[in-house]
Nanobody, 116 residues
Framework: QVQLVESGGGLVQPGGSLRLSCAASGLTFSSYYMSWYRQAPGKERELVAG????????HYGDSVKGRFTIARDNIKNTVYLEMNSLKPEDTAVYYCKAHWGSATYWGQGTQVTVSS
């Protein structure tokens, strides 16, 4: 079965950095558009970043442009989210999503907390 397993979340001070990973299995990873979403308490889930099948194109939410970078490794079946200059408002559960045609899969999420 398809599994998406996020890791790398944790507690970080404002201005700090974190790198999230999402390891995929059970699917042809290089066929899938991969993205990161986040959901803060009491808020809707929002798109953070997305990357095309071969990594040739990326897309970012306005609130993270210039601070976050998405990348993928189609050999390791893993997508990454490098997060820099973190702010308290970046606090949320971060989810990995795989999408191809009518197929959509989500990971279980990893908590990121930005606080001093």
């Amino acid at each position: 079965q398809v599994q998406l397993v996020e890791s790398g979340g944790g507690l970080v001070q404002p201005g700090g950095s974190l790198r999230l990973s999402c390891a995929a299995s059970g699917l042809t990873f290089s066929s899938y558009y991969m993205s990161w979403y986040r959901q803060a308490p009491g808020k809707e889930r929002e798109l953070v970043a997305g990357i095309t099948y071969l990594g040739q194109s990326t897309h970012y939410g306005d609130s993270v442009k210039g601070r976050f970078t998405i990348a993928r490794d189609n050999i390791k079946n893993t997508v990454y989210l490098e997060m820099n200059s973190l702010k308290p408002e970046d606090t949320a559960v971060y989810y990995c999503k795989a999408h191809w045609g009518s197929a959509t899969y989500w990971g279980q999420g990893t908590q990121v907390t930005v606080s001093s």
